[in-house]
């Protein structure tokens, strides 16, 4: 009885252990299927301390806030995962997750922020995988490449396993052809057996022969060694402790591109703008930085000297001549590393290619209309100008009324008067003589007569006295015309409008109504030349060019009037657009800060500005037409050329005295013929 009984309970208790081990089964299929428990069993030695490694890399050198992009293969995820999970335990940062170069979420902020942190996985250092996972950083959808990156951003190539020398030299070059130097390797230092199929370790040793090593390069580290990958540093060590250490704990992302670049050449595509503001080549060939010539390339020597730079001259790609020309070549030359920058009258409407990035503007200026300048009154028109028509004719009436009110009063008057004033004529002599300022004959009798006189002398007087400042003043400076100082004015006088081509864009920007007001008064001219001529002489044609340009013309004489005035005057309103000089360089060039730096130093030392103005100042001393040195405003000097006009009166006076005298002369003579006979 008591054998069935224990026999019935072992039976029992042997059920309750297959049920329970049915259920631990169950659970542990359960636990593989959602991938917790393979995440963190399937990983090796080597892989957790990867992950670790790379858990402190990215808390000590990954900007916080930012943007942290992981790629790996499919055959690595469960490497991505367990790095996915640390970082999120350990920091705040946004994680955007990619498998074989497809990125789970397409509207990250990485997309648009150049500032991102990037992980890329790789087992065995394959470079094939590399490509697949970092083009799909950079494109979506097949061939359709959208995102530019930050020289800025910095790279993690990271695996388990051992890179080779040239697996690293070919990734580490990958970067370097996309201007990224801020790129490290991390991968294992030895050969060594798999630990794990070796006998088991516990995870508080410490094995000082297993190693994961950090290896990057630099770049300019002498002429022979400039961007080329030639070989590879290790810069620390991490050691498969327990928790894993570096060795050493050196910054593993040094600064790489300093000032000097160690005489490592500056391919530069220098285009010819025929103008020594800009570029301007000395002979056909070039073969050398002293066949070029302008302030362009000035400036393009202080920088390569600065920068201890050699100059290595590029033929200017098909299509850059003009910036209206394709830049799809001198994309493709500087993708290709055959250039570096390019200049030669390079302006920021360049901005919208989104595969150049601009340097500081180094000149600017401004595009505005042009107008013929005001010119001088003629002198002999100053007579005129001194009293309106309606002045004139006041005048003449007053002549005319003073001397039939003196004929009246010297006919009725009750006392007796001189005869000279009791006639039309006489009066009128006698009126005409008060104001010239010449004495009568004879003086007035009457006392009404007189008080005319009195009152008409004062008249004269007051008269002559303003009449004579007037036509002083004028006579020595005759004035200007009112010139155009407006938009409005522009189009109501009717003067024609034209543009150098190359400004077509520019007049498409503005208000409808002022838009149509230019193209109904537009022209074409035949040439710039033509058009310059036209606005200087015949002074019907307003011009659209550049402020710079315009002082230049003047400085070379070739708009210069009288007194060194200047032909052509600028108008305030209307368009006013900037053009600033600068230059273009590869997206993401590390190259960029540097020259970014030398350029705000010549533009705040003044230098770029002070080559202009010596060199206009030069031009005006060689043609020796403008005046460097003007008179005070006001004071001028008073010679006989200012009274060509009184003498030219005079001498009308002189020939109508004479022909008065000649006619004087035959009357007598025929009179005294007709008395005698």
Same mark, same amino acid.
């Given at each position: 009885?008591?054998?069935?009984?224990?026999l019935?309970?072992?039976?029992?208790?042997?059920?309750?252990?297959?049920?329970?081990?049915?259920?631990?089964? %169950?659970?542990?299929?359960?636990?593989?299927?959602?991938?917790?428990?393979?995440?963190?069993?399937?990983?090796?030695?080597?892989?957790?301390?990867?992950?670790?490694?790379?858990t402190?890399?990215?808390?000590?050198?990954? &900007?916080?806030?930012r943007s942290?992009?992981?790629?790996?293969?499919?055959?690595? /995820?469960?490497?991505q995962?367990?790095?996915?999970?640390?970082?999120?335990?350990t920091?705040?940062?946004?994680?955007?997750?990619?498998?074989?170069?497809?990125?789970?979420?397409?509207?990250?902020?990485?997309?648009?922020?150049?500032?991102?942190?990037?992980?890329?996985?790789?087992?065995?250092?394959?470079?094939?995988?590399?490509?697949?996972?970092?083009?799909?950083?950079?494109?979506?959808?097949?061939?359709?490449?959208?995102?530019?990156?930050?020289?800025?951003?910095?790279?993690?190539?990271?695996?388990?396993?051992?890179?080779?020398?040239?697996?690293?030299?070919?990734?580490?070059?990958?970067?370097?052809?996309?201007?990224?130097?801020?790129?490290?390797?991390?991968?294992?230092?030895?050969?060594?057996?798999?630990?794990?199929?070796?006998?088991?370790?516990?995870?508080?040793?410490?094995?000082?022969?297993?190693?994961?090593?950090?290896?990057?390069?630099?770049?300019? #580290?002498?002429?022979?060694?400039?961007?080329?990958?030639?070989?590879?540093?290790?810069?620390?060590?991490?050691?498969?402790?327990? #928790?894993?250490?570096?060795?050493?704990?050196?910054?593993?992302?040094?600064?790489?591109?300093?000032?000097?670049?160690?005489?490592?050449?500056?391919?530069?595509?220098?285009?010819?703008?025929?103008?020594?503001?800009?570029?301007?080549?000395?002979?056909?060939?070039?073969?050398?930085?002293?066949?070029i010539?302008?302030f362009?390339?000035?400036?393009?020597?202080?920088?390569?000297?600065?920068?201890?730079?050699?100059?290595?001259?590029?033929?200017?790609?098909?299509?850059?001549?003009?910036?209206?020309?394709?830049?799809?070549?001198?994309?493709?030359?500087?993708?290709?590393?055959?250039?570096?920058?390019?200049?030669?009258?390079?302006? /920021?409407?360049?901005?919208?290619?989104?595969?150049?990035?601009?340097?500081?503007?180094?000149?600017?200026?401004?595009?505005?209309?042009?107008?013929?300048?005001?010119?001088?009154?003629?002198?002999?028109?100053?007579?005129?100008?001194?009293?309106?028509?309606?002045?004139?004719?006041?005048?003449? %009436?007053?002549?005319?009324? &003073?001397?039939?009110?003196?004929?009246?009063?010297?006919?009725?008057?009750?006392?007796?008067?001189?005869?000279?004033?009791?006639?039309?004529?006489?009066?009128l002599?006698?009126?005409?003589?008060?104001?010239?300022?010449?004495?009568?004959?004879?003086?007035?009798?009457?006392?009404?007569?007189?008080?005319?006189?009195?009152?008409?002398?004062?008249?004269?007087?007051?008269?002559?006295?303003?009449?004579?400042?007037?036509?002083?003043?004028?006579?020595i400076?005759?004035?200007?015309?009112?010139?155009?100082?407006?938009?409005?004015?522009?189009?109501?006088?009717?003067?024609?409008?034209?543009?150098?081509?190359?400004?077509?864009?520019?007049?498409?920007?503005?208000?409808?109504?002022?838009?149509?007001?230019?193209?109904?008064?537009l022209?074409?001219?035949?040439?710039?030349?033509?058009?310059?001529?036209?606005?200087?002489?015949?002074?019907?044609?307003?011009?659209?060019?550049?402020?710079? #340009?315009?002082?230049?013309?003047?400085?070379?004489?070739?708009?210069?009037g009288?007194?060194?005035?200047?032909?052509?005057?600028?108008?305030?309103?209307?368009?006013?657009?900037?053009?600033?000089?600068?230059?273009m360089?590869?997206?993401?060039?590390?190259?960029?800060?540097r020259?970014?730096? %030398?350029?705000?130093?010549?533009?705040? &030392?003044?230098?770029?500005?002070?080559?202009?103005?010596?060199?206009?100042?030069?031009?005006?001393?060689?043609?020796?037409?403008?005046?460097?040195?003007?008179?005070?405003?006001?004071?001028?000097?008073?010679?006989?050329?200012?009274?060509?006009?009184?003498?030219?009166?005079?001498?009308m006076?002189?020939?109508?005295?004479?022909?008065?005298? %000649?006619?004087?002369?035959?009357?007598?003579?025929?009179?005294?013929?007709?008395?005698?006979?």
């Amino acid at each position: 009885m008591y054998g069935t009984e224990q026999l019935k309970v072992s039976c029992d208790f042997f059920q309750n252990e297959n049920f329970v081990g049915i259920m631990l089964v %169950i659970l542990l299929f359960s636990s593989i299927t959602n991938g917790t428990l393979l995440k963190s069993m399937s990983l090796s030695l080597r892989e957790k301390h990867l992950v670790r490694c790379l858990t402190y890399i990215s808390v000590r050198y990954f &900007a916080p806030g930012r943007s942290l992009v992981i790629s790996s293969p499919s055959t690595y /995820r469960d490497v991505q995962q367990e790095l996915t999970a640390e970082i999120h335990r350990t920091s705040t940062w946004p994680v955007v997750v990619t498998v074989d170069g497809n990125i789970s979420k397409h509207n990250e902020a990485y997309v648009i922020d150049g500032n991102v942190s990037y992980i890329i996985l790789i087992a065995d250092g394959d470079f094939k995988s590399f490509q697949v996972g970092f083009n799909g950083l950079i494109q979506e959808g097949e061939y359709n490449f959208t995102r530019l990156w930050n020289s800025e951003s910095r790279f993690v190539v990271a695996g388990a396993n051992k890179y080779s020398m040239l697996q690293q030299t070919a990734i580490l070059d990958y970067f370097s052809k996309l201007r990224m130097y801020n790129c490290i390797i991390v991968s294992l230092v030895h050969d060594v057996i798999d630990i794990d199929q070796s006998k088991q370790k516990n995870v508080n040793d410490v094995d000082t022969d297993i190693k994961l090593g950090v290896y990057t390069w630099f770049p300019y #580290q002498n002429s022979d060694h400039c961007t080329e990958v030639k070989e590879t540093t290790l810069l620390d060590s991490w050691v498969l402790s327990a #928790q894993g250490q570096f060795t050493k704990n050196t910054d593993l992302f040094p600064v790489k591109v300093r000032n000097s670049f160690k005489g490592c050449s500056l391919k530069a595509v220098v285009r010819n703008e025929h103008d020594f503001l800009t570029t301007v080549y000395t002979k056909v060939k070039i073969s050398s930085e002293s066949d070029i010539k302008g302030f362009d390339m000035h400036l393009l020597r202080i920088i390569l000297k600065q920068m201890n730079m050699t100059f290595v001259y590029v033929p200017t790609p098909e299509g850059f001549e003009t910036e209206r020309g394709s830049v799809n070549n001198l994309v493709n030359a500087m993708n290709a590393k055959e250039a570096y920058i390019a200049l030669g009258g390079v302006t /920021r409407n360049l901005l919208y290619y989104t595969s150049f990035d601009l340097t500081n503007s180094y000149f600017t200026t401004r595009l505005r209309w042009y107008v013929p300048c005001p010119v001088k009154y003629p002198r002999w028109s100053s007579f005129f100008r001194i009293l309106s028509g309606k002045l004139w004719i006041v005048l003449i %009436i007053s002549i005319v009324f &003073a001397a039939i009110s003196a004929t009246l009063c010297g006919r009725y008057s009750c006392t007796s008067e001189w005869q000279g004033y009791k006639t039309l004529t006489s009066s009128l002599t006698y009126v005409w003589a008060v104001i010239l300022g010449v004495s009568v004959s004879t003086m007035p009798r009457t006392p009404s007569l007189r008080s005319l006189f009195l009152a008409w002398m004062c008249f004269c007087m007051a008269f002559s006295t303003v009449f004579q400042a007037f036509l002083t003043t004028f006579l020595i400076d005759s004035g200007y015309k009112p010139p155009i100082q407006n938009m409005d004015e522009l189009f109501a006088s009717g003067i024609m409008l034209t543009y150098i081509p190359e400004f077509s864009g520019i007049l498409e920007v503005g208000e409808e109504t002022e838009l149509l007001k230019l193209r109904r008064n537009l022209t074409n001219c035949p040439s710039y030349k033509v058009c310059i001529n036209w606005a200087k002489y015949h002074k019907n044609v307003s011009i659209l060019l550049p402020e710079i #340009q315009a002082e230049m013309l003047y400085s070379f004489s070739d708009t210069v009037g009288e007194d060194s005035k200047p032909l052509l005057c600028k108008l305030e309103d209307g368009v006013n657009f900037p053009v600033s000089l600068t230059m273009m360089m590869f997206h993401g060039d590390p190259l960029t800060r540097r020259v970014n730096d %030398i350029i705000d130093r010549v533009v705040e &030392a003044g230098l770029h500005n002070y080559w202009i103005s010596l060199l206009f100042n030069l031009c005006k001393l060689f043609y020796s037409k403008i005046g460097i040195v003007h008179p005070l405003d006001g004071y001028y000097s008073f010679n006989i050329y200012h009274l060509e006009t009184v003498f030219y009166i005079l001498l009308m006076g002189w020939c109508l005295s004479a022909l008065c005298f %000649i006619l004087e002369v035959l009357y007598n003579r025929v009179l005294t013929k007709i008395m005698r006979g």
